[in-house]
């Protein structure tokens, strides 16, 4: 099975800049910086106008904005908005508010290789657990929209480069600054496809996969890096369109693949960020002291979290967890705090925003510490995904951006 295919990419002939915007999960308790991006994108097409950032999901009603969404799809189809390159991959290279230049290939992966199962053995795997309900609203949206847009990313585990080493850049199809902090990004149409495939082809063999985990038995070829809902609610919709098609039909049906940009998780560019904890309208006073007596059976030297209030920041020594098991018994803590203490939990990225959030007038947070890329796919092939909300790619200027597009009806 060939997992990793080209596709008909559409992309905009509108204003780049006011066009791209930042995927909807970033910045979720800053509804100031999606003020930010309404006012830069006015009445311009853009990505911003369909999606709904979950920022705004207290002040606006998503099944209201899900048929504005869907319209805007349509409208922006036919009055010749994008342009089609068809069965095409795009070579792309990200540079970061830092400098550094993340590269990375745009094309469809096949549904069929992929499964967010706690113990599946699918080529294609969930690094973080998936949360089943919020599936759900996002089948629905696929369901209904004539486009993908998609912020997911996936990983290769590519010591030797073989992918990246395959790509012969042609055409430049896009080359402009991101708004908002986000650096600058430039496409380019692969010339040579076949080429391309069979390298991504050879990370799935076995004597490679031998040779990096020491057995091909349950490898991963690829681990979703973000947009891990995103993918699981593509397979879902794809799940239910496949049982009304017959057999012949499925291979070239739109709705079996989605679009997503490879990555090689060796990238020097690539950084695992941790996502941070912060409990929100709560009772903030005796939240050092019942973490620490939570954490008393694996208090140690080892790994460390950070306890932050408005009264400081006090470290905490943890050993005898590896970093899954450390993120999950964090959440379990919080969950717990706020079943005592009422709140609720938002999951932040940064290190300096979360302290900032923690020492409000009743908030708290748990400052997790990074994990190294190395931990990522020997984990997840040892013991499943990690825990939700888990890591990030990165801050999150550093996300990926709305851009390329794809018809999925």
């Known amino acids: 099975m060939r997992i990793f295919k080209p596709a008909d990419i559409l992309l905009p002939t509108v204003d780049m800049y006011r066009w791209s915007v930042v995927a909807c999960d970033q910045f979720t308790s800053e509804p100031e910086y999606w003020q930010q991006v309404r006012a830069i994108v006015g009445d311009a097409p853009s990505t911003l106008n369909m999606m709904l950032p979950e920022a705004e999901l207290g002040t606006k009603d998503p099944e209201t ?43 469809m992966f096949d549904l069929e290789a992929y499964d967010w199962a706690e113990r599946t053995h699918s080529p294609i795997r969930a690094t973080e657990h998936t949360v089943e309900d919020r599936l759900p609203p996002r089948v629905k949206i696929r369901r209904n929209a004539p486009l993908e847009m998609p912020h997911i990313m996936i990983f290769m585990d590519d010591p030797d480069d073989i992918v990246f080493s395959s790509v012969t850049k042609g055409e430049k199809v896009y080359d402009f600054e ?35 985990y020491g057995s091909a038995d349950n490898a991963i070829v690829f681990a979703m890096g973000d947009g891990n809902h995103s993918l699981a609610a593509a397979k879902r919709h794809w799940e239910e369109v496949k049982k009304t098609l017959p057999e012949k039909a499925r291979a070239s049906a739109p709705a079996r693949y989605a679009l997503a940009e490879l990555v090689n998780i060796h990238d020097a560019a690539i950084s695992f960020e941790p996502i941070h904890k912060v409990v929100f309208d709560t009772e903030s006073a005796d939240f050092v002291a019942e973490a620490k007596a939570f954490f008393a059976d694996n208090e140690g030297e080892g790994r460390s979290i950070d306890l932050v209030t408005g009264e400081g920041i006090e470290r905490l020594n943890i050993s005898d967890l590896t970093i899954g098991q450390l993120i999950g018994k964090c959440e379990d803590f919080c969950v717990a705090y706020i079943e005592r203490h009422g709140g609720y939990i938002d999951y932040i990225h940064g290190d300096c925003e979360c302290v900032e959030m923690a020492q409000r007038f009743g908030c708290a947070g748990i400052l997790l510490p990074r ?16 825990p939700k909300k888990s890591f990030s790619i990165g801050h999150g200027n550093d996300k990926r951006y709305y851009l390329e597009c794809r018809k999925i009806r």
Do not use: C, H
């Open 178 to 212: 991101l708004m908002q902090d986000g650096g600058s990004i430039a496409g380019w149409l692969v010339e040579d496809n076949e080429r391309l495939a069979k390298a991504a082809e050879k990370l799935g063999n076995e004597d490679v996969l031998r040779r990096k």
């Open 65 to 107: 904005e899900s048929v504005k969404i869907n319209a805007t799809m349509q409208r922006y189809l036919d009055t010749g908005v994008f342009r089609k390159y068809p069965d095409s991959y795009i070579y792309l290279e990200r540079t970061l508010k830092n400098g550094a230049v993340r590269r990375g290939i745009m094309g």
């Open 371 to 386: 994990m190294e890329k190395s931990e990522l796919f020997s984990s997840v092939m040892k013991s499943g995904p990690f």
